[in-house]
Nanobody, 113 residues
């Protein structure tokens, strides 16, 4: 089975930056499409960004120009670089393996004014 572990969340001031990491492990894991989602209190979980095994990326309109998703296939790790953070970015961020349907445990991101 595949396990995903997020890290890098925390408290940051508006305009600041954070980099989230998602490390994948497991006997059966292979490189596949990975995504970052977030869920704020009282809100639906939403897709923030995704990256394919070939490196193609897509972003939600709300984060375009501010967030960058990347991956290190040799390390089975996906990253989310978050710049120019806004209070509305506050949420629990989750990574997901699309082919395996696996989720990480989530990491809290809080952006203060």
């Amino acid at each position: 089975q595949v396990q995903l572990v997020e890290s890098g969340g925390g408290l940051v001031q508006a305009g600041g930056s954070l980099r989230l990491s998602c490390a994948a492990s497991g006997r059966g894991f292979s490189i596949n499409t990975m995504g970052w989602y977030r869920q704020a209190p009282g809100k639906q979980r939403e897709l923030v960004a995704l990256i394919t095994s070939g490196g193609s990326t897509n972003y939600a309109d709300s984060v375009k120009g501010r967030f960058t998703i990347s991956r290190d296939n040799a390390k089975n790790t996906v990253y989310l670089q978050m710049n120019s953070l806004k209070p509305e970015d506050t949420a629990v961020y989750y990574c997901k393996s699309f082919e395996y349907g696996s989720w990480g445990q989530g990491t809290q991101v809080t952006v203060s004014s």
